[in-house]
């Protein structure tokens, strides 16, 4: 005999609520159960349904898209391959390992004096994850190199104020970078591989194939060049201020302006994270020209020949 179960009895086993499993009735994404008299009865095939939506939604598919992968399930296609692919794709695209520290061990290696609000940012940017459940206060640490360099700037001198800000700065740069290259591969590389909604399950192994040949380009990539702007920019640098004199400024060569990470924050959130340079330029030319146009109105009505 197969097993069977009321609406209530699946909830229980699967972990959703009464409201969601008919809501999910509602949207296609689950069969409906036979009828039994004036009782509805479900089986394992629904049970093993809730399963895979409740998986694939910790995964990060959107309903919408869930039901696209379902109905090629039922129509004879694999999800194998697919979520082989989300597998690849959701893994560490690092060889570093977590670690753990307490807050002991975080306050000594920062010092030995406590900051709440350090330790706020930190968690907020994901450098630190609270762990919850410890009798002691402990954090995982995703990244221990990414700590251990704060540790150093740190001792160096660096606030630490300075150094989160740094760090939000530097995130939106790489994202940027990240960004592009996942343009630029999708476009020459993962399209063939893309064409179908969803790809059939061969095209996502084969993409996942090649998620994995990839992985390391983009991060060696990256190395290589901040290795040789690094060169270039730390040689000129040192140039500067090693020169006696201060060396002459070259007014038709970009200069970088410090703007507060707050100003970039509200004009992200304004015009978006790619016209942040377009928007501050043309902020800047029309305050100049504002200027100029008030100095000119005030010189002529100054003028002895205005009247």
Known sequence: MRPEYR??????????????????????????????GRSNVYGDSHLARLRQIADLLDRGYTLASIKELLDAWDTGRGLGGVLG????????????????????????????????????????????????????????????????????????????AAITGHLRELREQVEHIAGRFLEFTTEHVFARYLENRPPTDSDAAEAATMVRRLRPLAQQTVDAELARAMRILATRHLQIHLSPEAPPVRDDEPRPVQVPTDTIRAVQRLVGPEA????????????INKRTLDALTLNALNSPTVH
Do not use: K
């Open 85 to 160: 692919l989300v597998a690849e794709v959701q893994g560490p695209w690092t060889d570093e390992e977590a670690a753990r520290i307490t807050r002991a061990e975080l306050d000594a290696r920062f010092g030995g004096t406590p900051d709440e609000e350090a330790v706020r940012e930190a968690v907020e940017l994901g450098v630190l994850e609270r762990i919850p459940g410890r009798d002691s206060e402990e954090y995982l640490v995703p990244s221990p190199q990414e700590l251990a360099v704060a540790v150093e700037l740190h001792a160096a001198g660096v606030p630490l």
């Open 7 to 36: 609406i209530e009895d699946l909830a229980h086993h699967s972990g959703a609520t009464v409201r969601t499993i008919r809501a999910y009735q509602d949207r296609g994404l689950l069969p409906r159960p036979e009828r039994r």
């Open 276 to 287: 942040v340079a377009a928007f501050v330029t043309a902020a800047t030319e029309r305050e």
